[in-house]
Nanobody, 115 residues
Framework: QVQLVESGGGLVQAGGSLRLSCAASGRIFSINVMSWYRQAPGKQRELVAT???????NYADSVKGRFTISRDNAKNTVYLQMNNLKPEDTAVYYCNIRWSGVGFWGQGTQVTVSS
């Protein structure tokens, strides 16, 4: 089984920064994709950013230029550096890892941005 543990969420003022971390443990295939999703109240879960084990990245248009995803393959950990946060970034942020049609989710971490 695979476990994902997120950390780093919290309350921040608009314009501030937060760094989320997600550590994966268990039987993990070395070639994988790690992603951050978020879900705001009353809205569907949406993809924020993705990074492959080779380092390729992709971002939602709404966060391009403000968020940076990175990973440490030796630690099976993915990070999300969030700068210039806006109130509309308020959501529960979830970590995901997947390979060959198999996927696992973390429990989520709350990010709240006050105006």
């Amino acid at each position: 089984q695979v476990q994902l543990v997120e950390s780093g969420g919290g309350l921040v003022q608009a314009g501030g920064s937060l760094r989320l971390s997600c550590a994966a443990s268990g039987r993990i295939f070395s070639i994988n994709v790690m992603s951050w999703y978020r879900q705001a109240p009353g809205k569907q879960r949406e993809l924020v950013a993705t990074i492959t084990s080779g380092g390729g990245t992709n971002y939602a248009d709404s966060v391009k230029g403000r968020f940076t995803i990175s990973r440490d393959n030796a630690k099976n950990t993915v990070y999300l550096q969030m700068n210039n946060l806006k109130p509309e970034d308020t959501a529960v942020y979830y970590c995901n890892i997947r390979w060959s049609g198999v996927g696992f989710w973390g429990q989520g971490t709350q990010v709240t941005v006050s105006s």
